[in-house]
């Protein structure tokens, strides 16, 4: 089973931060010549089930990526900022692994349109998305009505701060949902 940290971080070349509750990772790649300066180099583990993944999020939503609204910096990289328009707010699942705990929930209600910043690859030749933008609609990620499933990571803020939710991770954070607009069961497969 995976660990439930959402990421491992390596301080860039001018520093800087992973996720809240990630580790120092030996085995991050190092910046390319190409990264800008300050890019932090993350190790993403890999959760072996939606279920898994979305017992670690900070929310767990159904609906829509609607429009990219812009960038944010994220991990030293420019990262696509998206609005999304909340159907429903799905249960996040209690952790698999005993004694772990979850992030805060993020406040986040069903008819709420929020920003949704997709956390990009770091230190990966082809850009912070060499495999296109999960939440940009043109990747075919979603259901024929356009719907997604977004795992999202906790806050970020400090006390009561909560910045822009992102995806917990660039690779296992939108998912397809079943025809009954649940998580699936399963990654789909490569």
Do not use: H, K
Request: hydrophobic share 35%; net charge negative; aromatic share 4%.
């Amino acid at each position: 089973m995976a660990t439930v940290l959402a990421a491992c971080a390596t301080a860039g070349p001018t520093g800087g931060e992973g996720p809240p509750g990630a580790a120092v990772s030996e085995d991050a790649p190092e910046p390319l010549p190409t990264d800008p300066p300050g890019t932090t180099c993350l190790d993403w583990i890999s959760f072996e089930s939606p279920r898994e993944a979305a017992s670690a999020a900070g929310a767990v939503l159904l609906g829509t990526a609607v429009e990219q609204a812009g960038t944010v910096e994220l991990y030293g990289v420019d990262a696509n900022r998206w609005t999304f328009d909340v159907e429903r707010v799905l249960e996040r699942p209690e952790p698999l692994r005993t004694g772990a705990e979850q992030p805060p929930e993020l406040p986040v209600s069903a008819g709420d349109r929020i920003p949704v910043v997709s956390t990009p690859e770091t230190c990966t030749a082809g850009g912070a998305y060499p495999d296109g933008d999960p939440l940009d609609p043109a990747t075919g990620r979603g259901a024929e009505d356009g719907t997604v499933i977004v795992i999202l990571s906790g806050a970020w803020g400090g006390e009561g701060e909560i910045e822009e939710p992102s995806l917990i991770t660039p690779y296992q954070g939108v998912l397809t949902p079943t025809a009954d607009g649940a998580l699936p069961p399963e990654w789909p497969a490569p």
